[in-house]
């Protein structure tokens, strides 16, 4: 699986050889992989299986977890009492929710329900959330009406994260529905903030809309590779790097 991450198809032959089995072995593992709907068969080997194209919920909520915390304390920072936000779905978005536990009076609208759970310990909050269908396990709501509801609101703060940031600074996400609910979250608040890590920058996905110079903040733990300086330089005072604290 590690290596069908990385080179997105994989065939026999080259399993084969890297895990020093018989081709036999190499059949009858993928034949398991794609009963359980993680990978999908090619001639002559394998591919990812489409929902597995996105890391797991446990695996990114565990990813570069002191850069992602630090993004959300200072996105908390900027939310004062009794404002009306927006949140999306996501692991960075979630920690800015549960960063923001001591505001009061909060009017929350998200469709990611941990996001929601850790804001409910306030009782002073009001939080409105959309029907649909509960994904798992990332306990989010992907539906028209979450699309919708962003829109029938007007927020102070859109708190939203990305899939990926190509060189020519798209955003992407991995379905087209994300990057409708996070277009609609953009365009229906007076400051959009974009909380991501480092790691999204060049990190691909096939759903594109959106650019980060159309954000207003775009908060990051570190600089990305040099290859996106030309991008970032074009909009430097939107770009806030916040550092990861010391212990």
Known sequence: MQLTRQ?????????????????????????????DNQL???HGGAELFEQQLNTTYQQRSTTNLDGKRAVAVNAAKKIPDNATIFVSIGTTPMMVAEALRDKKHLTIVTNNLNAAMALSHEVTNRIILPGGEMRLPDRDIQSEEAVSIFSNY?????????????????MLDFHNSEVRTREA???????SILVTDSSKFGR???AVGGHISQVDQVLVDCMPENNFSPIL???????????????
Do not use: W
Request: net charge positive; with cysteine.
């Open 204 to 206: 691909s996905a096939p």
């Open 7 to 35: 080179m997105k198809i994989v065939s026999v032959e080259l399993l084969a050889e890297k895990l020093a089995v018989s081709g036999q072995t190499i059949r009858r593992d993928i034949n398991h992989l794609c009963d």
């Open 185 to 191: 979250i953009r365009q229906n608040c007076r400051t």
């Open 233 to 247: 330089n074009s909009f430097h005072d939107q770009i806030e790097i916040v550092g990861v604290p010391h212990l």
């Open 40 to 42: 999908r068969r090619r």
């Open 154 to 170: 007007r927020a102070d703060f859109g708190i939203f994260g990305v899939a990926g940031i190509a060189e020519d600074g798209a």
